[in-house]
């Protein structure tokens, strides 16, 4: 059993986490929010630490990131747990299983065969994804420690809860090349009811990684009546252009899953109107998810209108290679295959 990291030992056996912005205060013999991390006799373990249940090589558009190495492929890993609860998770088996005390399921995987297999099949970085990585911190950063002597980038597919002191750490260890952080809402009370969680900690850490040599791109699942109202749409585009009109912007499409499987499907007309929003608000690259059909998923240069790299669904149809546009010589901005 791993021990784990960012945790104060309070009075009477009872622990406060401090991994995210929940700050668990947890009792001896219980579990943090995110069912993984547990407290043995005023002893923080990290149960699932190794334990992988997803080991998988994965466009880097799939993540998505579309300024971040185009074209490449990211070994994809994953643990069980997750420090929500969001109704519509589309990979709720895992992410959700460990609550209530559950089996924390998974093959145990040395860092050091993680790392070698991403060489053995060729990828230029390791995804932590498919579950918030945040609850997985240890195994992930001691992976990346590794990665990073192999000149292997490290991306995180985050919900973006995660606390300053542990985003510190792998920032300043140079831990992580790219983040892209899921923005559901602007809503808090989206966030309470349908994520268990509090949206203010995601906007400071979205305007920190802003700041920060990490590079960043944000989503949007758009829920039909939960989050996709022009004023709850244009409330983020806003919010991201105040901060940097740089960030790359996915509006994704939502299929019915988990606890929301009565909800319908995302329209495709309210992608397009969210992508027209995104443009207005002064955000240079918008990006439309999950329906490929709409060509929303080009990399267009601002400056003068052409397209850069062209895409359909997670492949890369042409690109142009280092993020420079051919027709005018904008350069644009984001991590580019060297």
């Known amino acids: 059993m791993h021990e784990a990291s960012l945790y104060k030992k309070l009075g009477n056996n009872t622990v406060k986490c401090g991994l995210c912005n929940h700050f668990c205060l947890i009792e001896a013999d219980k579990r943090g929010a995110c069912g993984v991390r547990e407290n043995h006799d005023g002893k923080l373990v990290s149960l699932n630490y190794g334990k992988l249940v997803a080991e998988h090589i994965d466009p880097i558009e799939k993540k998505p ?16 747990g997750c420090n929500f609860g969001c ?47 945040t609850i997985f911190y240890e195994y992930a950063r001691d992976v990346a420690v590794l990665a990073k002597k192999e000149r292997i980038r490290n991306v995180w597919v985050s919900n973006g809860f995660m606390s300053r002191e542990m985003l510190d750490d792998l920032i300043e260890n140079n831990l992580m090349d790219a983040i892209n952080v899921d923005l ?3 809503s808090e009370k989206f966030y309470l009811t349908k994520c268990k969680a509090k949206v203010e900690p995601v906007k400071e850490n979205i305007k920190f990684l802003a700041k920060s040599p990490v590079w960043l791109e944000v989503t949007m699942l758009l829920i039909p009546g939960a989050n996709d109202s022009d004023d709850e749409i244009k409330g ?36 397009v109107k969210a992508r027209d929003i995104g443009l207005k608000a002064g955000l240079k690259y918008v990006y439309i998810g999950n329906l490929p059909y709409l060509n929303g998923e080009n990399t267009i240069c601002p400056k003068c209108g052409e397209a850069v790299i062209e895409r359909m669904g997670y492949s890369v149809r042409r690109n ?19």
């Open 87 to 133: 109704l519509f998770c589309q990979n709720w088996e895992i992410s959700q299983s460990p609550k209530g005390g559950g089996v924390i399921d998974g093959e145990v995987v040395k860092p050091e065969d993680v790392v070698k297999a991403v060489k053995e099949n060729g990828c230029e970085s390791i995804a932590y994804t498919y579950v918030e990585p």
């Open 184 to 186: 559901k809402s602007f």
């Open 320 to 338: 142009d290679n280092k993020g420079k546009c051919v027709s005018c010589g904008e350069n644009l901005e984001g991590i580019w295959c060297e």
């Open 236 to 271: 983020c585009a806003d919010f991201l252009a105040d901060i940097s009109k740089d960030i790359p912007w996915h509006v994704s499409a939502f299929y019915p899953a988990y606890k929301m499987m009565n909800s319908a499907p995302t329209l495709p007309e309210t992608l």
């Open 65 to 80: 990131f579309f300024h971040f190495l185009p074209g490449s492929q990211a070994y994809s890993i994953s643990t069980v």
